[in-house]
Nanobody, 114 residues
Framework: VQLVESGGGLVQPGGSLRLSCQVF????????MGWYRQAPGKEREFLAA???????DYGDSVKGRITISRDDAKKVGYLQMNDLKPEDTAVYSC?????????WGQGTQVTVSP
């Protein structure tokens, strides 16, 4: 099983991006999926998660500006980010609890700059 993120890139302040997290491999069920980011010199930061109970959880620093979603039939998760700020510049990674294991993607770079 492998998670591959895409959708990162360079965006101007105030812009939007939608990141994708594609699951590759044979699986039975995605129990939860989440997103984190890590900026240079900073600790990894929780952004959002879709939990097994069906509820979503968001980090305080991005609440109101991001939306997490998932299409289990396509085995893909999304992170919609709006009103991006320079401080959102980081490597964004997805994580998923699939069957009996937890998997991380390699990350995709998001750079917010004029």
């Amino acid at each position: 099983v492998q998670l591959v993120e895409s959708g990162g890139g360079l965006v101007q302040p105030g812009g939007s991006l939608r990141l994708s997290c594609q699951v590759f491999g044979s699986i039975r069920r995605i129990y939860s999926m989440g997103w984190y980011r890590q900026a240079p010199g900073k600790e990894r930061e929780f952004l959002a998660a879709m939990l097994p109970a069906g509820n979503n959880d968001y980090g305080d620093s991005v609440k109101g500006r991001i939306t997490i979603s998932r299409d289990d039939a396509k085995k893909v998760g999304y992170l919609q980010m709006n009103d991006l700020k320079p401080e959102d510049t980081a490597v964004y990674s997805c994580v998923a609890d699939i069957d009996n294991d937890r998997y991380w993607g390699q990350g995709t770079q998001v750079t917010v700059s004029p």
